[in-house]
């Protein structure tokens, strides 16, 4: 099963990390916050690391319903 990946946007400060790490995982809409695009366009690590990169741990990152990031 592919990652489940969700973003909390009252936590997400709109740095970009994501982005840099996960182009096209991730990209910032009209207020500069996060959202998801395709997580499943782009190698799990590449996710995992744009999580783990996130400075507000705005990112949460599960597989089988158990939580990585």
Known sequence: MGLEVE????????S???VYEAPGAFDLDDESVAVVV??????ADKV???????????????????KLV
């Not at 395709?38 to 190698?43: I, K, L, S, T």
């Open 7 to 14: 973003i909390d946007r009252e936590l997400c400060m709109g």
């Open 16 to 18: 970009g990390n994501c």
């Open 38 to 43: 395709d997580p499943a366009g782009v190698p």
């Open 48 to 66: 995992i690391a744009a999580a783990l990169k996130c400075p507000t741990h705005a990112i949460t990152v599960r597989r089988d319903d158990v």
